[in-house]
């Protein structure tokens, strides 16, 4: 890394440690809160309760690949944004689980259908895969969690991480109809993601 970029990447990081990462907790529960009031008063157009569905489905996607960037921009740049991963992650579940309410409670509308549309619909068998991966994360993202399961073992259970945005993205594209282009780009960006990361873990497995 060129010394310019590390006195940049330094100076960058500097100001970040004043920075708190609760807002990220406040700004998502209020953006939520701003969709929800949209589709209330007809802001999300003639179909709002599958428009907030899918509004806080993609978020939650967003969310978690911004998750993802992470370790790459800490590696490429220098700039660490470590302690906002946390935030961004339960932010994440908290939008995922707010797109299975809505898609439960307001378009369902009977609890006893969930479990028959699971099983009937692959892209829902998906989605719903993806949000029972991720509930063990949201329940661990704690350092009381942290040290109970140790350090390494924390780590392993987070690398769950991986396949549920996968199977995020796969039924993010086979939920939307008409196949546009912006469920593939979310797709296409993951798995390159990953892909760097296989990459860089079989090098340190190499070098180890």
Known sequence: MPVSQQSLSRSINATLRRVPAWPIYIIGAAWAGWLFYLGLTGGLGPEPINALERRYGEVALQLLVAGLFVTPLRTWTGVNLVKFRRALGLTAFFYVLAHFLVWAVLD?????????EIVKRPYITIGFAAFLLLIPLALTSNNISIKRLG??????????TYPAVLLGAIHYIWLVKGYPIEPFI????IVGLLLVRLRWTRLRSATA
């Open 186 to 189: 979310y797709a296409a960006v």
């Open 151 to 160: 350090a390494a073992t924390w780590r392993k259970l987070h690398r769950l």
């Open 108 to 116: 369902l509308r009977s609890l006893a259908r969930i479990g028959e």
